[in-house]
């Protein structure tokens, strides 16, 4: 029985490409491209949720996507339960203050007025947003090695001309993630003057908020919290920075830088 059903599947998807109907099949089921679903979830996030309830945005790539850079159980974790805490924690929280009909972005840029659980599961939910279109799956394969991931264009310039090199810049930026004591994230803004910088903020704070010494446009964003590491690197922080060169998607971040 299981074998005929196999078998019908079979031919079904062997005349489906012989019709050349494989593709409208495929793009019919998953419906969007890489850039729609991208869009969809800025949307999801950044914007007024329409229910007042904000949601966990799905990973733009799979969880194994990042391997082996970041490992498929770490992704899960972190974006399944880490960042789904930070979701509802934060409806419940505005729930509690009776607050809707805000952007996540507006509730960072005015944070100060809100309670400490908005502000943390806040920053939490759209630093994670943030995060997970900041990494894209590496290029390079074993057949295809080392195509080195550097960004090109005005967003390249800008690293080079702001610090020297864009290996200077990487050895700063690794310099400034490690300098994180505890909990927090490490990022690239453009600053209040229009430079660019590198710089920390504590927990889950980050340079939109009125509250942040680090103030300004985020560009590019790292995780420094050990859940976003420890299963795979342990102690060694140094290690995955490192590795999270491999898997910047530098394309988003030149969006970031453009707009
Ligand atoms: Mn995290």
Redesign the pocket.
Known sequence: MKEQENNNRRDFLKKAALAGAGFAVLSTSFGKNYSDVHSEISKMNLGIPEDNMFTLPLLPYGYDALEPYIDKQTMEL?HDK??QAYVDKLNKALAEAKISGVSLEDICKNVSKYSVAVRNNGG?HY??SM?WKGMKPSSSTVLAPASPNEPAGKIGDAIKSSFDSFSNFKTKFAEKSLSVFGSGWAWLIINKDGKLEIGTTPNQDNPLMDVSELKGKPIIGL?V?E??YYLKYQNKRADYVNSWWNIVNWEEAAKRFEK
């Open positions: 972190h880490h960042h939490g630093n994670h995060f995780d919290w859940h976003a």
